[in-house]
């Protein structure tokens, strides 16, 4: 366990260390959102910087708090006076050393002994895993930018010990989520979390866990998105937010968007979000509700949310009104899995035509002649390769790729198996086909010819007549019911994956008038959005307002 840490302590490279730095403007914001101001006598509160880094929240955290101690004490401090106000973490060995050295240097230029300042550093800061290092007490401030680092970057033995202790690390969630759990066990009665991270955990699926415990004990106070602007030093492919998470019973969130990144646009937005005068702010919304269980956050205006959940109480979702959503499948080596139909050389009973996301492009399926082995019977087992010499000499040719994948590796009898089962069956289902990212709802019918690719996501049905079940999909109405779920990817596009797709409400096939039926299957067939708009408007009993409202939500 020791050498998995130093691995890290010593790595090079700031991807491996999961580091990105904070803007100074973005950091003196989230000072003050988060209440450690120098007005405050901070000597008597307790700060925790869990990954400082080079100091970016660090360094101006210990001159407000040493602003603080002139105004209310009106002279210098000794070590023991301030040894106990922060405590602030740091794996990686070189820049602890030198973030340690300029602190140092910092405090004897603010009047501190030299005498003083090297053993109150010492105190202050550690070298060591802040997931795994003991801390003692609470604190009433845990603010900072925790650090990016993929679960594929950790050492095995570590990432095994952090996941026996934090119940958040859950899926593929990155490091920085067991990173807010410690933080908000850590907090004292009244203590407020103040951080910059990525927003994802806020509504896929791996933020699940910590959903729900932050809304169990805490209170989402404030909810910046700061996506599409320059918070940090260098450009980066995170989509960050501002979260002040308070221990406490669960209350309004105060949330601005996009702000601008000056220290006096800040300053002024600070005072916006920290006071509870809702009617004369323009910059800033006010939403109740949002941290519900595990739920993904709804983080529009009350509104919004007042409406998807009218919505959700009157009407059932997707799946539980008979239809099922699915993935296609994924091959782990699609070009050894992949070809033209036509020059596969394999039994005909052992390929299938494929259709992707490019096969869809138009709105209308436009097969473009791929094909996939099929290496599974009907029942779901694979096929035995000496049945079909045609099948085996091709997957033969090409074993180094095919055994090469982690799942042939872990199970070699199986090598030649597709990462997902194929069901020759769903070929011959109609369906509804989504592909994964897009701007606009793509929801494309599909007769029943070919088998869908992973990078689509497929609707069959039993009860719903699936073109009057497109025409829900393509409306206003869906797109604004993945908006407010789905986590937004740069240019405004969305990901429409199934857990999302889920979310849909619908009313019962059998709840729907003739009429009605006709009047959506028609308005599907044509693509006419504002028909199907029109439509669906009637069939949930909303005004042209209702969806207006929802459609501002999914362009916010």
Same mark, same amino acid.
């Given at each position: 366990?020791?050498?998995?840490?130093?691995?890290?302590?010593?790595?090079?490279?700031?991807?491996?260390?999961?580091?990105?730095?904070?803007?100074?403007?973005?950091?003196?914001?989230?000072?003050?959102?988060?209440?450690?101001?120098?007005?405050?006598?901070?000597?008597?509160?307790?700060?925790?910087?869990?990954?400082?880094?080079?100091?970016?929240?660090?360094?101006?955290?210990?001159?407000?708090?040493?602003?603080?101690?002139?105004?209310?004490?009106?002279?210098?401090?000794?070590?023991?006076?301030?040894?106990?106000?922060?405590?602030?973490?740091?794996?990686?060995?070189?820049?602890?050393?030198?973030?340690?050295?300029?602190?140092?240097?910092?405090?004897?230029?603010?009047?501190?002994?030299?005498?003083?300042?090297?053993?109150?550093?010492?105190?202050?800061?550690?070298?060591?895993?802040?997931?795994?290092?003991?801390?003692?007490?609470?604190?009433?401030?845990?603010?900072?930018?925790?650090?990016?680092?993929?679960?594929?970057?950790?050492?095995?033995?570590?990432?095994?010990?952090?996941?026996?202790?934090?119940?958040?690390?859950?899926?593929?969630?990155?490091?920085?989520?067991?990173?807010?759990?410690?933080?908000?066990?850590?907090?004292?009665?009244?203590?407020?979390?103040?951080?910059?991270?990525?927003?994802?955990?806020?509504?896929?699926?791996?933020?699940?866990?910590?959903?729900?415990?932050?809304?169990?004990?805490?209170?989402?106070?404030?909810?910046?998105?700061?996506?599409?602007?320059?918070?940090?030093?260098?450009?980066?492919?995170?989509?960050?937010?501002?979260?002040?998470?308070?221990?406490?019973?669960?209350?309004?969130?105060?949330?601005?968007?996009?702000?601008?990144?000056?220290?006096?646009?800040?300053?002024?937005?600070?005072?916006?979000?920290?006071?509870?005068?809702?009617?004369?702010?323009?910059?800033?919304?006010?939403?109740?509700?949002?941290?519900?269980?595990?739920?993904?956050?709804?983080?529009?205006?009350?509104?919004?949310?007042?409406?998807?959940?009218?919505?959700?109480?009157?009407?059932?979702?997707?799946?539980?009104?008979?239809?099922?959503?699915?993935?296609?499948?994924?091959?782990?080596?699609?070009?050894?899995?992949?070809?033209?139909?036509?020059?596969?050389?394999?039994?005909?009973?052992?390929?299938?035509?494929?259709?992707?996301?490019?096969?869809?492009?138009?709105?209308?399926?436009?097969?473009?002649?791929?094909?996939?082995?099929?290496?599974?019977?009907?029942? #779901?087992? $694979?096929?035995?390769?000496?049945? !079909?010499? =045609?099948?085996? +000499?091709?997957? @033969?040719?090409?074993?180094?790729?095919? %055994?090469?994948?982690?799942?042939?590796?872990?199970?070699?009898?199986?090598?030649?198996?597709?990462?997902?089962?194929?069901?020759?069956?769903?070929?011959?289902?109609?369906?509804?086909?989504?592909?994964?990212?897009?701007?606009?709802?793509?929801?494309?019918?599909?007769?029943?010819?070919?088998?869908?690719?992973?990078?689509?996501?497929?609707?069959?049905?039993?009860?719903?007549?699936?073109?009057?079940?497109?025409?829900?999909?393509?409306?206003?109405?869906?797109?604004?019911?993945?908006?407010?779920?789905?986590?937004?990817?740069?240019? #405004?596009? $969305?990901?429409?994956?199934?857990? !999302?797709? =889920?979310?849909? +409400?619908?009313? @019962?096939?059998?709840?729907?008038?003739? %009429?009605?039926?006709?009047?959506?299957?028609?308005?599907?067939?044509?693509?006419?959005?504002?028909?199907?708009?029109?439509?669906?408007?009637?069939?949930?009993?909303?005004?042209?307002?209702?969806?207006?409202?929802?459609?501002?939500?999914?362009?916010?």
């Amino acid at each position: 366990m020791r050498e998995a840490i130093n691995q890290l302590a010593a790595g090079d490279g700031i991807e491996a260390r999961g580091a990105v730095f904070t803007k100074p403007e973005v950091v003196n914001f989230i000072l003050d959102l988060s209440g450690y101001k120098a007005t405050s006598d901070l000597s008597q509160l307790r700060m925790l910087e869990p990954s400082f880094g080079g100091g970016d929240f660090l360094i101006p955290a210990i001159k407000r708090l040493l602003g603080s101690w002139r105004i209310h004490k009106s002279r210098n401090p000794t070590r023991m006076e301030l040894q106990d106000s922060i405590v602030a973490f740091e794996l990686h060995k070189k820049t602890f050393e030198d973030t340690r050295d300029a602190i140092r240097e910092l405090l004897t230029q603010e009047g501190i002994t030299e005498k003083d300042a090297g053993p109150l550093v010492d105190k202050w800061l550690q070298n060591d895993d802040y997931l795994l290092a003991p801390i003692d007490g609470r604190f009433d401030f845990v603010v900072g930018n925790p650090p990016y680092v993929r679960q594929e970057l950790i050492p095995a033995p570590l990432l095994r010990e952090y996941r026996s202790r934090f119940s958040t690390l859950y899926d593929r969630a990155d490091i920085y989520i067991p990173f807010i759990e410690r933080s908000l066990g850590l907090l004292g009665p009244s203590g407020v979390l103040g951080f910059i991270c990525a927003d994802r955990w806020m509504k896929n699926k791996y933020g699940g866990p910590l959903r729900k415990l932050v809304s169990g004990d805490y209170h989402l106070k404030i909810y910046v998105d700061m996506s599409d602007t320059q918070a940090f030093q260098s450009d980066v492919t995170a989509y960050p937010a501002i979260t002040i998470i308070e221990r406490g019973t669960p209350g309004p969130t105060h949330i601005a968007r996009h702000p601008v990144i000056t220290q006096e646009a800040l300053e002024a937005l600070a005072v916006e979000l920290t006071t509870d005068n809702h009617g004369t702010k323009e910059r800033v919304r006010f939403a109740s509700g949002i941290t519900n269980d595990s739920d993904p956050w709804l983080l529009s205006g009350s509104s919004q949310i007042e409406l998807i959940r009218r919505l959700e109480e009157k009407f059932p979702t997707l799946e539980e009104a008979g239809c099922k959503v699915g993935i296609g499948v994924a091959t782990g080596a699609d070009r050894a899995f992949i070809a033209d139909y036509e020059k596969l050389d394999v039994e005909d009973d052992r390929k299938l035509p494929l259709v992707r996301t490019r096969d869809i492009a138009s709105g209308e399926v436009g097969w473009l002649g791929k094909g996939i082995v099929n290496p599974f019977k009907d029942d #779901g087992g $694979l096929v035995d390769l000496s049945e !079909y010499p =045609r099948l085996n +000499r091709y997957l @033969e040719a090409r074993r180094p790729i095919i %055994s090469g994948r982690h799942c042939a590796q872990k199970n070699p009898r199986n090598w030649y198996r597709t990462i997902d089962r194929i069901t020759p069956s769903l070929l011959r289902k109609p369906k509804l086909l989504v592909p994964d990212i897009k701007g606009q709802s793509h929801i494309v019918y599909e007769d029943g010819r070919f088998y869908p690719h992973h990078n689509l996501y497929y609707i069959v049905s039993e009860e719903w007549d699936l073109r009057s079940l497109q025409a829900v999909l393509l409306s206003s109405l869906s797109r604004a019911f993945i908006s407010v779920y789905s986590t937004k990817m740069r240019g #405004g596009f $969305l990901r429409f994956q199934a857990q !999302y797709l =889920r979310r849909i +409400r619908i009313p @019962e096939w059998s709840s729907l008038s003739d %009429s009605m039926k006709m009047a959506l299957a028609d308005a599907a067939v044509s693509r006419d959005i504002a028909a199907c708009d029109e439509a669906v408007c009637t069939l949930f009993g909303l005004s042209l307002d209702d969806l207006d409202s929802l459609e501002m939500t999914a362009t916010r």
